[in-house]
């Protein structure tokens, strides 16, 4: 179940990055669930991880091999998370990165490892080094659209957004792929992304580049109020175009907005095939006096289960939209000054239901697969969005029989 169409734009292959997918049959027999990333020597490389205390073990030797630099391959096991296995997590990741650097002639430390599916279980360190041969054997530049296939767990759809722009007369292209659908919240979400451009960029100007973009994208979409041991996200520039991109000017603003692009369309897709999703929502705040202060009540509205069940049977029980509101902690709030939408319905003003609403109007919001929910607290200027799902049976259904 997913919201929207089932359509992906051309993934168009990044020159000095290629993608080898095998199968290890980590938890089904045949399934792709290895994917290896082949970076060019001298690529930058950046990147954003999870938040949680209790990170996976491939996450703290991402980490660890990223600030050493020379990062030159990226290796992607589904199915198994490597994630509170403690001591033998981490011997076992070591293993994998070991089996690929020898292999490719690298050092175990130009590998980052990435993993993602079940928490707890020891990773099947033989089934996914006895698929290695097989991807290397399988690079090519254009295997965009199979690798995001292949590092999918509870996803429905493959997930890839694409953008190409001029620098300097010169095309430079943008492409990358995600997957999450479940245990989805901000720092960042159980989610895997990798984002290759063949641009030049410095490697400080990527990551902040990169953490900006992640703050506006992954950081604001949530399903279920779960944050990941495992969220990583990967962005490579290979500069093989040619084309170098200034640390400011028309030229870096313009490679910015493209990323930004790349990193929302791909964000936004985890939400649309949020586990069990009939609804795709939009919870805008708007005139706040400050980005926390808007944030604040956004997630406060997407994380309700009260409104997520309501969004789930087209209810427009607006009064559990006003509760969230009222309980998300904004200091001295005037609710007499503040209004409440659904799309462009007015449903809240002056302390109550606006006088024009009525019941016909909300359900015709509500029948909709896309629904913005918009407070204006007119206290400020600040505008953020956060964008979540509905909550339905078949969420419960999916996590309720996650590991049989």
């Known amino acids: 179940m997913a919201v929207g169409p089932d359509t992906l734009p051309t993934l168009l292959p990044i020159s000095g990055f290629k993608i080898g997918i095998a199968s290890a049959g980590i938890k089904k027999v045949g399934r792709r669930?290895?994917?290896?990333?082949?970076?060019?020597?001298?690529?930058?490389?950046?990147?954003?991880?999870?938040?949680n205390a209790f990170c996976a073990a491939p996450v703290t030797l991402c980490k660890k091999h990223l600030e050493l630099g020379g990062v030159r391959y990226?290796?992607?096991?589904?199915?198994?998370?490597?994630?509170?296995?403690?001591?033998?997590?981490?011997?076992?990741?070591?293993?994998?990165?070991?089996?690929?650097?020898?292999?490719?002639g690298m050092s175990a430390e130009q590998i980052?490892?990435?993993?993602?599916?079940?928490i707890g279980e020891p990773l099947p360190v033989a089934k996914i080094t006895g698929a290695l041969d097989a991807a290397i054997a399988d690079l090519k530049e254009d295997n965009w659209l199979n690798a995001a296939w292949g590092i999918m767990t509870t996803d429905t759809r493959a997930k890839g957004a694409c953008e190409q722009l001029e620098i300097?007369?010169?095309?430079?292209?943008?492409?990358?792929i995600s997957k999450g659908a479940g245990m989805i919240k901000p720092n960042m979400a159980t989610m895997l992304g990798y984002v290759a451009t063949d641009a030049?960029?410095?490697?400080?100007?990527?990551?902040?580049?990169?953490?900006?973009?992640t703050e506006q994208s992954f950081n604001r979409i949530t399903v279920d109020g779960d944050t990941s041991t495992n969220d990583s996200c990967v962005l490579v520039a290979t500069g093989a175009s040619g084309v170098e991109v200034p640390a400011s000017g028309v030229e870096a603003d313009a490679f910015i907005t493209a990323l930004n692009r790349v990193m929302l369309q791909l964000a936004q897709l985890i939400v649309r095939d949020g586990e069990g999703a009939t609804k795709f929502v939009e919870v805008r705040v708007s005139k706040a006096a400050s980005v926390q202060e808007a944030l604040d009540v956004a997630y406060t509205i997407a994380h309700s289960?009260?409104?997520?069940?309501?969004?789930?049977?087209?209810?427009?029980?607006?009064?559990?939209?006003?509760?969230?509101?009222?309980?998300?902690?904004?200091?001295?709030?005037?609710?007499?000054?503040?209004q409440i939408y659904l799309d462009?319905?007015?449903?809240v003003e002056s302390g109550g239901r606006a006088a024009s609403y009525t019941e016909e109007q909300g359900q015709a919001v509500m029948n909709q697969e896309d629904i913005l929910i918009h407070v204006v607290l007119n206290r400020g200027e600040i505008i953020e969005s956060v964008w979540t799902t509905d909550l339905s049976k078949e969420y419960v259904a999916i996590n309720a029989d996650y590991r049989s």
């Not at 069940?309 to 001295?332: H, K, M, Q, Y």
């Not at 462009?344 to 449903?347: E, K, S």
Request: with cysteine; charged share 15%; net charge negative.
């Open 168 to 176: 300097g007369g010169k095309t430079v292209t943008i492409t990358g």
């Open 112 to 118: 980052m490892p990435f993993s993602t599916g079940v």
């Open 344 to 347: 462009q319905t007015c449903i």
């Open 200 to 213: 030049k960029v410095d490697q400080s100007l990527l990551q902040q580049w990169m953490s900006a973009a």
């Open 33 to 51: 669930d290895i994917v290896v990333m082949e970076v060019a020597e001298g690529s930058s490389v950046a990147a954003v991880f999870t938040k």
């Open 305 to 338: 289960p009260l409104t997520k069940t309501a969004l789930f049977a087209s209810d427009p029980n607006w009064g559990r939209i006003l509760a969230c509101v009222g309980r998300a902690g904004v200091e001295n709030l005037d609710l007499d000054g503040l």
């Open 74 to 104: 990226l290796l992607t096991n589904t199915g198994n998370a490597n994630a509170g296995t403690g001591k033998q997590g981490m011997a076992d990741a070591i293993t994998c990165c070991n089996e690929l650097a020898s292999r490719v």
